[in-house]
C-alpha cells in the first residue's frame, strides 16, 4: 500500500501542477492590466485570506500525518524493542541453560566429594582402631610401669633398712670413740693426779725429810698405799691405752668388714633376685613336669582310642586310617544316602504315577465293564427281538399256508378258468409278501449276527481291559499312556498358554460373545469428519484444477476472474473491495491537499519573489517577471542535472534585450539571485517611469 | 483362566447393585485416565478430581462426556445383568485407521449373586484401595507404552452374552485386533461380585 501511495502522491503533484498550470495561463489574461483596478486587489485580497485559511487546514492535515508517522515509528520501534526482548529472553534461556549445566556439575562435584567423605570416614574408623589397639597397649605398659614402681619401691625400703643398719653401725662407733675420749680424759685426769701426787710425795718426802713426824709418816704411808694404789690403777690405764691403738686397728677392720658386708649384701640381694628367678623358673617347670603327666595319661588315652579305632578299621574291613579317609567315607556315605533318597523319591514318584495310573485304569475297566452290561443289555434285548421275529416269521408262514388252503380250496370249488388270474395275482402277491418276509428275516438275522459279534468285541476288549487290569499288566502299555498323558498334558498346558495370549490380544468365543459398541463412538465420528473433510478438499481440489486448465488455455479474464470470485468467498471480496475504496478515498483526498497546496505554494512564491516559475519541459523551467512589459516576456533555465544543483540561462528572445545585466551579474558576479533581483528592480522601475 | 473367586458370603458387605455401579464408576475414571495420558484429548480440556485418594483428571469435553455418560449407564444395566464379559477401550489412529493400543477390562460376572440377594463381605474401602492400584498401574505404564505420534481417536467396545438384544444407538462391531501386538497384564481388583483384569495391548 505504501508503494502504491507513493505512486499516487507522484502523479497528484504532476495533475496538480498541470492544473496550475493551466489556472495560471488564465489568470495571466486576467493580469494583463496590472494595477489597473482596486477590485481585482480586493479579490486577491481576499483569495489570499482563502488561501491562508486553506493553509492553516492543511497545516492541522499534515500534522495529523506527521502524528500518524510517528505513531508508526512508534509501532516500529515497539516492535524493535520486542524483537530485542526475545533476544534477551533467549540470552536469558542460554545462560539458564549454562546455569543449569553448571548446576548439574556441581551436583557431581558434590556427589564426588561425598565419596571422599566416605573414605575419609573409613580411614577416621580404622585410625579409630588402630588409636584403640594403641590405648591398649599402653594399659599394657602402664601395667607393666607400675609393676616395675612397685618393685623399685621395695628396693627403696630395702635400701632404707640398710641405710638404718648403717647407721646403728655408724652409731655404735661412734658410741667406742665416745668412750675412747672417755677414756683418754680420765687417763689425763690420772695422769695429772698422778703429776699432783709425785709433787706432793715429792714434797712430802721432802716435808718428812724435814719433819717427819709419825703422825706424818702415817698419811705418807696412807699416802703411799694410796700412791701404789694409784699406780696400780695407772699401770691398768697404761695396759689399756696400749689396748687403745688395738682396738683403733681393730676399728679399722671393722670398717673395712662393714664395707666388705655391704658388698656383700649387694651381691647378696643379687643372688637372692637370682634365686627367685630360679625358683619361679622351677615352678613353671614343675608345672610343665605336671601337665607333661597329664598330656602323658592323655595321649596313652588318645593312644587306646587310636587302637580301638585301628580296631574297627581291621573289624569293618574299611580302609580307615586317618580322620580324612573318615570324612572321605561319610561323604561318600552322605552321597549314597542323597542318591538313595533320589531314587527312593523317584520310585515313590513313579509308584505315584503308577498308582494314578491304576486307578485310571480301574476307572477305565469300570466303564468297559458297565459298557460291558450295556451291551449284555442290548444284546438281550436284540435276541428277545430275535426272539419275537421268529415267532412272527412262524406266525406268517402259519398264515401263509392257511392262505394258501383257502386259496386251494377256492381252486377246487371254482373252475380255475374263470379265476385263475385273479388267483395267480393274489398268489404272486402273496409270494412277494413272503419274499420280503424272508428279507426282512435275513436282514434281522444279519443284524443279530452283527450284534452277537459287536457282543463277543466287547466280552474280549473288556477281557483284555481286565487283563490290563490284573497287577502283572504289561509295562509297555502302561509306559505308552504314561507318554500320552503327558503329551497330552504339555498340548493342554500350550493350548492354555495360546487361549491365555489370545485373550490378552482380545479374541473371544463369537459363538457365545458378541461385541458391540456405541454407534455415535468418537472414532466413527473422527472418521467420518475426516471423510467429510477430504472430501471438501477433493472437490476444491478439483475446481482448482479446473481453473489452471482454463488459464492453461488462455481462458478470458472474466473467466478466470470468475472462477477466482467463485473460489473465494464473497465475504473476502467484499471485505477486499472496502478496503480498495479506502484507499482511493485516501488517494483522492491526499490530490487534492497536494493541489491546493502546490497552488498555494506557486502563489506565494510568485508574490514574494516576483516570478513565476513554470515547467516547460524536463529540466527546463521558465521565469516570467510580474513586473514583465509583455506577456511572452521570460526566462529559460536549464538545470544540468537532475537534482537542479547548477542552472544555466538559455537565450530567450527577451534574454537578448537584457545583456548587461546579464553580463554583469552572471559571467561576472556568477550570481542568478542577483541577476533576477536587478531584473525585478528594473523592469519595476520601468513600470513606475512608465 | 484359573482364577477362583473366593466367595464369603456372611456379615453385611457390597449387594449386586452396588459392585456394579462401583465398576462401572471405575471404568467411566480409567478411561478418563487413559484419555488423559495417553493424548488422545488436549490436556487442557481436562479438570482435577480428587477420587480414590487420587488426584484424577476427568474430560470437560460436553461431547464425551455425554458419550461417556451414556456407555457407562448401559454398562451399569448390564454389570447388574450379569451379561458383559468384557470393556475394551481401541485406540485408533484416525489417519490409518490402524488400531494402535487396545485397553482390556475382562470382567468376571459371579452369576450366583443374581439369585440370592444376600450381600457379600468385603468393605468398600477394600474394594476402593484395589481399584487405586489398577489405576495408579494404568497411569504408570505411560512410561513404557510407545509415543502415539498421529492422531489418535477411541471407541468403546463391549463384550456381552450372545443372546442379548441390541438395544438402540448401539451396533455390533469387530473386535479391532493389532497385528503383532505386545501385551501386559496389569492388576485387577474384585467386587466378590465382579472381577476385573486389566491388561493393555499395543503395537
Known amino acids: 500500500m505504501e508503494d502504491l501511495d507513493s505512486n499516487t502522491t507522484v502523479f497528484s503533484t504532476l495533475r496538480s501542477l498541470n492544473n496550475f498550470i493551466s489556472q495560471r495561463m488564465e489568470g495571466m489574461s486576467g493580469l494583463a492590466t496590472p494595477g489597473s483596478s482596486q477590485s481585482s486587489l480586493q479579490m486577491q485580497y481576499q483569495q489570499r485570506m482563502q488561501l491562508e485559511e486553506q493553509a492553516g487546514q492543511i497545516h492541522s492535515k499534515s500534522q495529523l500525518l506527521q502524528v500518524e508517522r510517528e505513531k508508526m515509528q512508534m509501532e516500529l520501534s515497539h516492535k ?7 533476544k534477551a529472553a533467549n540470552t536469558n534461556a542460554r545462560n539458564y541453560e549454562r546455569e543449569a549445566d553448571r548446576n548439574q556439575e556441581l551436583l557431581t562435584r558434590i556427589k564426588q566429594y561425598q565419596e571422599r567423605e566416605t573414605e575419609a570416614e573409613n580411614k577416621l574408623k580404622e585410625q579409630m582402631e588402630m588409636n584403640k589397639s594403641y590405648k591398649k597397649s599402653m594399659e599394657t605398659m602402664s601395667k607393666k610401669l607400675q609393676e616395675k614402681e612397685s618393685k623399685l619401691a621395695e628396693a627403696n625400703e630395702t635400701i632404707t633398712i640398710l641405710k638404718g643398719k648403717i647407721s646403728d653401725l655408724q652409731w655404735n662407733i661412734m658410741n667406742q670413740e665416745m668412750q675412747m675420749t672417755n677414756q683418754d680424759s680420765q687417763k689425763q685426769e690420772l695422769m695429772e693426779q698422778l703429776d699432783v701426787e709425785k709433787k706432793n710425795s715429792s714434797y712430802k718426802f721432802q716435808l718428812a725429810h724435814c719433819c717427819p713426824p709419825s703422825h706424818v709418816f702415817q698419811d705418807l704411808e696412807q699416802k703411799l698405799s694410796q700412791q701404789e694404789h694409784d699406780a696400780l690403777i695407772v699401770k691398768n690405764m697404761k695396759a689399756e691405752l696400749a689396748r687403745f691403738p688395738k682396738m683403733e686397728r681393730e676399728l679399722r677392720q671393722l670398717r673395712e668388714e662393714n664395707a666388705y658386708f655391704r658388698e656383700m649384701k649387694e651381691n647378696n640381694g643379687l643372688l637372692k633376685e637370682e634365686v627367685e628367678g630360679l625358683q619361679r623358673k622351677l615352678e613353671r617347670y614343675e608345672k610343665v613336669q605336671a601337665q607333661l603327666v597329664t598330656v602323658e595319661l592323655e595321649n596313652e588315652k588318645l593312644l587306646g582310642k587310636l587302637q580301638s579305632w585301628e580296631k574297627l578299621d581291621q573289624s569293618t574291613g574299611l580302609n580307615i586310617r586317618t580322620p580324612d579317609d573318615l570324612s572321605r567315607q561319610i561323604v561318600a556315605l552322605q552321597q549314597r544316602e542323597l542318591a538313595l533318597k533320589e531314587q527312593n523319591s523317584t520310585f515313590m514318584n513313579s509308584a505315584r504315577m503308577l498308582e494314578k495310573a491304576r486307578q485310571q485304569l480301574q476307572e477305565d475297566l469300570l ?11 442290548k444284546r438281550e434285548h436284540q435276541e428277545a427281538l430275535v426272539r419275537r421275529l421268529q415267532k412272527r416269521v412262524v406266525l406268517l408262514t402259519k398264515e401263509r399256508d392257511g392262505m394258501r388252503a383257502i386259496l386251494e380250496s377256492y381252486d377246487s370249488e371254482l373252475t380255475p378258468a374263470e379265476h385263475s388270474p385273479q388267483l395267480s395275482r393274489r398268489m404272486r402277491e402273496a409270494e412277494e409278501l413272503v419274499q420280503k418276509l424272508h428279507a426282512h428275516h435275513a436282514e434281522l438275522e444279519a443284524q443279530l449276527s452283527q450284534v452277537l459279534e459287536e457282543v463277543g468285541n466287547h466280552k474280549q476288549r473288556a477281557e483284555m481291559v481286565s487283563s490290563i487290569n490284573f497287577p502283572f499288566f504289561p509295562r509297555l502299555k502302561i509306559e505308552e499312556l504314561e507318554a500320552e498323558r503327558s503329551k497330552l498334558a504339555e498340548e493342554n498346558r500350550s493350548l492354555e498358554m495360546k487361549l491365555e495370549k489370545l485373550t490378552l490380544q482380545g479374541d473371544y468365543d463369537p459363538s457365545r460373545t458378541k461385541v458391540l459398541h456405541f454407534s455415535m463412538n468418537p472414532t466413527s465420528l473422527a472418521k467420518q469428519q475426516r471423510k467429510e473433510e477430504q472430501q471438501q478438499l477433493q472437490e476444491e481440489c478439483e475446481r ?3 481453473l489452471v486448465r482454463v488459464l492453461e488455455g488462455g481462458g478470458s479474464i472474466s473467466a478466470t476472474r470468475e472462477g477466482v470470485g467463485s473460489f473465494q468467498s464473497p465475504q473476502e ?13 485516501k488517494n483522492q483526498r491526499l490530490k487534492e491537499v497536494f493541489q491546493t497546496k502546490i497552488q498555494e505554494f506557486r502563489k506565494v512564491c510568485y508574490t514574494l519573489t516576483g516570478y513565476q516559475i513554470d515547467i516547460t519541459t524536463e529540466n527546463q523551467y521558465r521565469l516570467s517577471s510580474i513586473y514583465a512589459e509583455h506577456q511572452g516576456d521570460c526566462l529559460l533555465f536549464k538545470a544540468s542535472s537532475s537534482s537542479g544543483g547548477k542552472m544555466q540561462l538559455l537565450e530567450t528572445e527577451f534574454s537578448r534585450t537584457i545583456r548587461e545585466l546579464i553580463e554583469l551579474h552572471l559571467l561576472r558576479q556568477d550570481s542568478i539571485p542577483a541577476f533576477l533581483s536587478a531584473l525585478t528592480l528594473d523592469l519595476f522601475s520601468r513600470q513606475t517611469i512608465a | 483362566m ?10 453385611q458387605g457390597i449387594t449386586l447393585r452396588g459392585s456394579a455401579e462401583l465398576v462401572a464408576e471405575f471404568f467411566s475414571y480409567g478411561i478418563n485416565s487413559i484419555l488423559y495420558q495417553r493424548g488422545i484429548y488436549p490436556p487442557e480440556t481436562f479438570t482435577r478430581v480428587q477420587k480414590y485418594g487420587l488426584t484424577l483428571l476427568v474430560t470437560t469435553d460436553p461431547e464425551l462426556t455425554n ?4 456407555v457407562t449407564e448401559q454398562m451399569k444395566e448390564w454389570l447388574y445383568k450379569c451379561i458383559v464379559q ?4 481401541v485406540i485408533t489412529s484416525i489417519e490409518s485407521s490402524e488400531v494402535l493400543e487396545r485397553w482390556q477390562f475382562d470382567i468376571e460376572c459371579d452369576k450366583t449373586a443374581k439369585d ?3 450381600p457379600r463381605e468385603k468393605s468398600q474401602k477394600a474394594i476402593q484401595d484395589e481399584i487405586r492400584s489398577v489405576i495408579r498401574q494404568i497411569t504408570a505404564t505411560v512410561t513404557f507404552l510407545p509415543l502415539l505420534e498421529s492422531a489418535c481417536a477411541f471407541d468403546l467396545l463391549i463384550y456381552t452374552d450372545k443372546d442379548l438384544a441390541v438395544p438402540e444407538k448401539w451396533e455390533e462391531s469387530g473386535p479391532q485386533f493389532i497385528a503383532n501386538s505386545e501385551e501386559v497384564r496389569l492388576r485387577s481388583f474384585t467386587t466378590t461380585i465382579h472381577k476385573v483384569n486389566t491388561m493393555v495391548a499395543y503395537k
Open chain 1, 573 to 585: 471480496v467484499a471485505e477486499l473491495k472496502k478496503q480498495v475504496e479506502s484507499a482511493e478515498l
Open chain 2, 86 to 89: 468384557r470393556l475394551v477401550v
Open chain 1, 80 to 86: 524493535r524493542a520486542r524483537i530485542e526482548l526475545e
Open chain 2, 116 to 118: 440370592d440377594n444376600g
Open chain 1, 367 to 377: 466303564r468297559v465293564q458297565s459298557q460291558l452290561v450295556d451291551e449284555k443289555k
Open chain 1, 544 to 546: 482448482l484444477r479446473e
Open chain 2, 67 to 70: 458419550y461417556l455418560n451414556n
Open chain 2, 2 to 11: 484359573a482364577f477362583h473367586q473366593e466367595l464369603s458370603r456372611e456379615h
